[in-house]
């Protein structure tokens, strides 16, 4: 196994609210490895997003963020601004989605790449500076004729390949690529797939894949790690996690998905709790069809079952287990409890 090019350890961001602190993001950990791809996914609003942009330094003000991100031996939560500044971009790279609203309407697409060049690497002849992005235009489709074209003059598959271009000029090591085909029809969505395995291919690159679309981490990404209430409630092989999904959220989630077999709509009911004050113990539990005693009372342990790791008290650790625990919640207190 190779060392990994990223790793989170117990994670945590939350916002300063005039009820609270809201836990964005609650004691998130995993590795990434080069040329991997780790597949994001869970509702909205569980905290993916602010997952992506904790790691690369990029929260709002009056966010505060705890734990370890591993990059290069350092810790980028004890790093100076000045220091994330420096990585962002050379080493550490972000795709945002929404391609319209991050592409300055007055500047063409020359300049965008100018400007970004000359920030991190000032000393770089303006003549290798339009090669180097001709050339990485050129790999996502976008022909030499169109660099000083202005962004209203693209499409929105075309405009997405732009800011994948932009993310990938400096090649980094690792990207965040945040639900970067949102948006786009299926078949331009196909297209920026396989442009994104092109690039760890061809690039090494490692990529945290943010995305509501399960078909798309069964195609694209090598691991998937599934987000609930600011925690990962399992994570593992793509393959393995979709064949044999271990935690219940995680199955709710793929029996909600539609296929070509699907004769009848499936959704979980209920919604994520409130981030101010979520539920005690397990935080899926108001909504588990499988909640037990022990759920509500205690949090749940993160555990290996084959591949995978899950939060579940479905797979112990017993020793941890009180007496009657793994007795079934009745319906009743679960509907009370999502009430609440």
């Known amino acids: 196994m190779t060392e990994p090019v990223l790793s989170v350890r117990e994670l945590r961001v939350w916002y300063g609210t005039e009820h609270g602190p809201a836990r964005a993001v609650d004691g998130v950990t995993f590795d990434l ?31 505060h963020l705890d734990g370890e991100v591993i990059y290069q031996d350092r810790n980028l939560v004890e790093a100076s601004a000045r220091e994330i500044q420096r990585l962002r971009g050379p080493e550490l790279g972000l795709i945002f989605q929404e391609p319209l609203t991050r592409l300055n309407p007055l500047l063409r697409i020359s300049e965008h790449f100018e400007e970004t060049l000359k920030a991190h690497e000032p000393d770089l002849p303006k003549g ?11 790999a996502m489709g976008i022909p030499p004729t169109r660099y ?13 390949r732009i800011m994948i271009a932009l993310a990938l000029v400096l090649r980094p090591a690792f990207v965040v690529a945040d639900e970067p085909t949102t948006a786009l029809d299926v078949l331009v969505e196909a297209q920026i797939i396989g442009i994104l395995a092109d ?57 909600s998905t539609i296929s070509l077999s699907t004769t009848g709509l499936h959704y979980i009911p209920g919604a994520p709790p409130d981030l101010i004050n979520p539920p005690s113990g397990c935080r899926f539990h108001p909504r588990c069809p499988k909640a037990m005693q022990v759920c509500p009372q205690r949090f749940p342990e993160r555990v290996p079952v084959g591949p995978q790791t899950v939060e579940c008290w479905l797979h112990g650790p017993d020793e941890l287990m009180p007496d009657g625990g793994r007795e079934i919640l009745v319906r009743e207190e679960i509907t009370v409890a999502d009430e609440a």
């Open 33 to 63: 490895r080069p040329g991997e791809v780790l597949g994001l996914v869970g509702e909205s609003g569980c905290g993916k997003s602010t997952l992506g942009r904790g790691v690369l330094g990029l929260l709002p003000r009056g966010a």
């Open 128 to 138: 290798e500076a339009k090669h180097r992005s001709i050339e990485v235009l050129r």
């Open 148 to 160: 000083r074209a202005y962004p209203h003059e693209f499409s929105g598959g075309m405009r997405q």
């Open 199 to 255: 690039l760890r291919r061809n690039f090494d690159t490692s990529l945290l894949f943010i995305t509501h679309n399960l078909g798309i981490v069964a195609e694209a990404c090598d691991r998937v790690a599934v987000m609930y209430a600011g925690r990962i409630v399992e994570q593992g092989p793509v393959n393995d996690v979709f064949a044999r999904p271990q935690h219940p959220y995680t199955q709710e989630l793929l029996r």
